[in-house]
T-cell receptor, first 114, second 107 residues
Framework: DTGVSQDPRHKITKRGQNVTFRCDPI?????LYWYRQTLGQGPEFLTY????????KSRLLSDRFSAERPKGSFSTLEIQRTEQGDSAMYLC????????????FGPGTRLLVL | QKEVEQNSGPLSVPEGAIASLNCTYS??????FFWYRQYSGKSPELIMS????GDKEDGRFTAQLNKASQYVSLLIRDSQPSDSATYLC???????FGTGTKLQVIP
């Protein structure tokens, strides 16, 4: 296992379409995070899971966004009825729940909504 | 006030000089602090983590933490052109990132 992987790396979609992204964390990591990053900004926290439980969701996460981690391994982030404002880099990170836990980031999925 | 604040830069330093990057945070109960480096179009990669007041050194990098003053800094000694990137300060308590400081090392 060489690190966190994300698929796809790039996605272009039309406004109103649904998109789904996948994240595979480092295998021994029990925490998984989703972030969104736009140009010139730091990553913004969206949600995180500990094992299969979704423990926290940001106020940024509208009803059009849903995330799952059904078996406590990989996770999916779905955006329904995409809007142009959803265009961003979506980053996944994983960590092991410990004092001073460190998150390791995947390569990201760059979404462009036309 | 933003939870984590950084000067967006760009911060320009000549090759071989020391680059000093600063970050302040608002949540006094924060316990874990991280510096990430992010190259354009890439995802953040961890450089340093620091949890206790004082300095922590790793190669050319030194992280400094002052919880009383609520700031954390990153020093890069002998700056190289390959260090040119955006440096993100992260405070773990609420997984909050600063906006990043863009560093340019001039050969």
């Amino acid at each position: 296992d060489t690190g966190v992987s994300q698929d796809p790396r790039h996605k272009i979609t039309k406004r109103g379409q649904n998109v789904t992204f996948r994240c595979d964390p480092i295998s021994e990591h029990n925490r998984l995070y989703w972030y969104r990053q736009t140009l010139g900004q730091g990553p913004e926290f969206l949600t995180y899971f500990q094992n299969e439980a979704q423990l926290e969701k940001s106020r940024l996460l509208s009803d059009r966004f849903s995330a799952e981690r059904p078996k406590g391994s990989f996770s999916t982030l779905e955006i329904q009825r995409t809007e142009q404002g959803d265009s961003a880099m979506y980053l996944c990170a994983s960590s092991f729940d410990s004092i001073g836990e460190t998150q390791y980031f995947g390569p990201g999925t760059r979404l462009l909504v036309l | 006030q933003k939870e984590v604040e950084q000067n967006s830069g760009p911060l320009s330093v000549p090759e071989g000089a020391i680059a000093s990057l600063n970050c302040t945070y608002s949540d006094r109960v924060s316990q874990s602090f991280f510096w990430y480096r992010q190259y354009s179009g890439k995802s953040p990669e961890l450089i340093m983590s620091i949890y206790s007041n004082g300095d922590k050194e790793d190669g050319r990098f030194t992280a400094q933490l002052n919880k009383a003053s609520q700031y954390v800094s990153l020093l890069i000694r002998d700056s190289q052109p390959s260090d040119s990137a955006t440096y993100l300060c992260a405070v773990h308590q609420k997984v909050t990132f600063g906006t990043g400081t863009k560093l340019q090392v001039i050969p």
